[in-house]
């Protein structure tokens, strides 16, 4: 492979990074004592359930969400800052571009009519697909420090 600049790992390591300062923005931005303490961000996304066109997204967020609205703001803010840490530290990666790519297609599916959000969510799962699939953790990145995932 032929590449400018760097090499094609170190593309992909950057790719990876990338996205995790994605994720940590994701993160960083959220109102943590909106989402912990008047659950505004399960109240949102309860709203845009209960609207969707597709009964398994209503049945299966009332199912596994709603019971647990508290439990799963932490789900998912920690989720974010975990998987941002993980990327950019090239920790445990591939474990952390397939839970991205999850996330990315949980929201995308919850938020099929919002356009902006399906542009943020679809880049965002390519890039992990991208950086699965490149094997982004062979450069730059703990996991190869340490010998993991070879």
Do not use: C
Request: glycine fraction near 10%.
């Amino acid at each position: 492979m032929d590449t400018i600049w760097l090499t094609g790992a170190e593309w992909f390591a950057v790719l990876r990074v990338g996205l995790g300062l994605w994720w940590l923005e994701s993160w960083w931005h959220k109102d943590k004592k909106a989402w912990f303490e008047r659950g505004s961000g399960i109240a949102w996304a309860a709203d845009v359930a209960a609207k969707h066109r597709w009964t398994a997204v209503r049945s299966g967020f009332d199912v596994l969400v709603a019971p647990r609205p508290r439990t799963m703001a932490y789900v998912v803010v920690y989720a974010e800052l975990a998987l941002g840490l993980g990327l950019i530290a090239g920790f445990l990666t591939p474990v952390a571009l397939v839970g991205g790519l999850l996330l990315n297609v949980l929201y995308f599916t919850l938020m099929i009519h919002d356009w902006a959000e399906q542009g943020q969510n679809s880049m965002m799962a390519l890039i992990s697909a991208v950086g699965l699939f490149g094997m982004s953790w062979q450069t730059w990145s703990l996991d190869s420090a340490l010998g993991l995932f070879r």
